[in-house]
């Protein structure tokens, strides 16, 4: 039986100087600034939509409230993660990974939706195709960066290496 662990016992660590990270940390504190972009989807919702939808009288309470859960989601859940992934500790380094797979699934899932939303034609599409163009531009460099990251180079995400804690001798 194994016994249970809390992260307050684990060791303290040191980031591995060979592959601290560094590159994508930086990458990290850049996203999640370009990510403070999307606070107007929350505060000024409807002239966001009205610049990017197709059809501005479509701007109903449902599109902003929608719209404003993206823009929380964006900045208060991705920011926040790759917030969390910038720092050099334990937590920081182990969340990379995972950062940026949910960050590639996310942009991999929404590049097909933008463009089947490209190949429809009249009242149906709700974005222009250039928004839509405009929209899978910005997404595909990062998500292409995240699968070399990750496949082709995961040393980018950086290492540590455990301090070592000498153990008191046990009184008798």
């Given at each position: 039986m194994?016994?249970?662990?809390?992260?307050a016992?684990?060791?303290?660590?040191?980031?591995?100087?060979?592959?601290?990270?560094?590159?994508?940390?930086?990458?990290?504190?850049?996203?999640?600034?370009?990510?403070?972009?999307?606070?107007?989807?929350?505060?000024?919702?409807?002239?966001?939509?009205s610049f990017?939808?197709?059809?501005?009288?479509?701007?109903?309470?449902?599109?902003?409230?929608?719209?404003?859960?993206?823009?929380?989601?964006?900045?208060g859940?991705?920011?926040?993660?790759?917030?969390?992934?910038?720092?050099?500790?334990?937590?920081?380094?182990?969340?990379?990974?995972?950062?940026?797979?949910?960050?590639?699934?996310?942009?991999?899932?929404?590049?097909?939706?933008?463009?089947?939303?490209?190949?429809?034609?009249?009242?149906?599409a709700?974005?222009?195709?250039?928004?839509?163009?405009?929209?899978?531009?910005?997404?595909?460099?990062?998500?292409l960066?995240?699968?070399?990251?990750?496949?082709?180079?995961?040393?980018?995400?950086g290492?540590?290496?455990?301090?070592?804690?000498?153990?008191?001798?046990?009184?008798?």
């Amino acid at each position: 039986m194994s016994a249970s662990k809390s992260p307050a016992t684990n060791p303290p660590i040191s980031p591995d100087p060979s592959v601290d990270g560094s590159t994508i940390r930086k990458a990290f504190l850049a996203e999640a600034t370009a990510n403070l972009a999307s606070i107007p989807l929350i505060t000024n919702t409807s002239s966001v939509l009205s610049f990017i939808l197709k059809n501005p009288s479509d701007i109903n309470p449902s599109t902003i409230l929608f719209t404003r859960l993206f823009g929380g989601i964006v900045v208060g859940g991705l920011t926040s993660a790759l917030l969390a992934g910038y720092s050099n500790t334990r937590n920081g380094i182990e969340s990379r990974r995972v950062v940026y797979l949910m960050l590639g699934v996310g942009e991999a899932l929404l590049i097909p939706v933008l463009v089947n939303e490209m190949l429809k034609d009249g009242r149906d599409a709700a974005i222009t195709k250039k928004v839509a163009g405009s929209v899978i531009g910005m997404l595909l460099p990062p998500l292409l960066w995240r699968l070399y990251v990750l496949v082709v180079r995961p040393d980018l995400l950086g290492r540590y290496t455990e301090s070592r804690i000498e153990e008191k001798p046990k009184r008798k």
